[in-house]
Structure formats: C-alpha cells, structure tokens
C-alpha cells in the first residue's frame, strides 16, 4: 500500500497538523451525541448544528429512549436551528428507535458489528447518506472509513489528486487505498480538511496563507498559480 501517493497523503497531513494542530473531533460528550450531531449538521453548518444539540442537552433529551418516545413535534420544536427541523425530527427520533431495537443502545454493540454490515444498515434508513453514515461509522464508532465532504473534493481536485467532477466513493478511495487503516489518523484528516476548506481554501480561496500550497519540492497545489491574490 505504501505508494508516492501514500507519502503524498501523509505529508499533506503533516502540512496541515503542523498549521492547525490536532483538531480534537469529534466536538461531542458521547457516542450517541456524535450520532445525532451527524444527522442534525446535514445541509447545515456546524453552528447551526450545534445550537440545536445544545437545546436537546438543555431539555435532557440526548438520550435514546426520551428521544424514542417524544412526538416529532416536540423535537422538532427544540431543533429549529438546524433547519428542516420537522424532517430532522422524524429521522433522529426513527434512528433512536433503531440504535434501541438493534443495538440495545450500546456504541460498543453498534462498534461490534462487520464494517460493511453495518454501513449497508445505516444507510437503508430513510434521509441517511453516506456522508452522515461514514461519520457515524468513524467518530463514533471508532472503524476506520474515511469521511468525503464538499470541502474534501474541493481542496483535492484543485490540488490536482481528484478529477474536477468526483463521486463520493472515488474520493473516499482515494484515503482508504492509500493511508494506514488508521482511525485516529482518518479522524485528523478530515478534520484537517474542514479547517482548511472553512478558513483557507474556500470557494474563493486565499492560496498566499495556505499552509500546503507547496509542502516540498513536487508537491504543490496544483491551482493555486491560477487563483487570483486575496488580501486576507
Ligand atoms: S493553495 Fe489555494 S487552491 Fe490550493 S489547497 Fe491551498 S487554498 Fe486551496
């Protein structure tokens, strides 16, 4: 597995620890936090995200069975934050249901369970992609898959290691082919990722301040040369 690629990977990362630090993901007391936040950031920011989960905690609702048991309404109305809260209420309540009946809501049961199996699992329920399952699966799961997201795709195909137009799968292939199973390595990464696509490399990038515009010699980003200056 160990391929220039491989060691492309790997000092990209390096770059980016050594400008940010370790990011710490996933921002969240326990597992089943970690779940919930997964399916309440889809289309939203974090932000938003995250004042949704502090009002379930608020109203002592990040718990399986109380989530279970109360009307969609009613979380609805403590998720209004996170938009789309009506449809985000009827999918954290139906996946409590599910981490009860077939996990004994136990991370250490769902952990237990075959990768794949359980991925295929997750991903029959209604309103969860691969996105939100993947980021089930790594940060509170602890297995090791790669999370893509919007700024993955963005940041390497314009460093030239992604076609401009990538699926999800082929993106994510590009990490587990080529970087060590490692779960507190995927972890970083795509945290390293998030930091780098929310602070440096955003639609309009700023290239002069981004720490692997040129990591060595050969390896450099790609657009950066065509991207035009930004004052910061
Ligand atoms: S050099 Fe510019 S385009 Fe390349 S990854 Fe950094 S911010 Fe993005």
């Known amino acids: 597995m160990t391929t220039s690629l491989t060691g492309d990977l790997l000092a ?4 980016l620890h050594a400008a940010f630090g370790h990011q710490h993901w996933w ?3 326990t597992p089943f936090e970690t779940m919930i936040g997964a399916i309440l950031t889809q289309n939203v920011s974090w932000k938003n995200a995250a004042r949704a989960i502090e009002n379930l905690e608020a109203a002592g609702m ?7 048991a109360t009307d ?4 609805a109305r403590l998720i209004v934050p996170s938009r789309f809260y009506n449809q985000k209420a009827e999918r954290i309540r139906e996946f ?8 004994q809501a136990d991370p250490a049961v769902m952990a237990a369970r ?3 199996a359980l991925r295929d699992r997750l991903l029959a329920i209604k309103g969860f ?3 939100t399952v993947d980021t089930i699966l790594l940060y509170a799961c602890g297995k090791p898959v790669f999370v893509v997201d919007t700024y993955t795709r963005r940041i390497f195909s314009r460093y030239g290691l992604l076609p401009e137009t990538v699926s999800y799968d082929q993106a994510q292939r590009l990490f587990s082919d080529h970087l060590p199973q490692d779960v507190g390595l995927f972890n970083d990464y795509h945290a390293q990722i998030v930091r780098l696509g929310k602070t440096t490399c955003r639609k309009s990038p700023f290239c002069d301040r981004c720490p692997i515009r040129r990591v060595h010699g050969s390896l450099r980003c790609a657009a950066a040369a065509r991207m035009p200056d930004r004052d910061p």
């Not at 990040?62 to 279970?68: G, H, M, N, T, V």
């Not at 969609?72 to 979380?75: E, L, P, Q």
């Open 62 to 68: 990040l718990d399986p069975d109380l989530i279970a």
């Open 27 to 29: 921002p969240a007391e």
């Open 96 to 103: 409590a249901g599910i981490y009860i009946a077939e996990f």
């Open 129 to 131: 992609g691969k996105e």
């Open 114 to 116: 075959e990768t794949g």
């Open 72 to 75: 969609t309404g009613d979380i």
């Open 12 to 15: 990209i990362y390096d770059a």
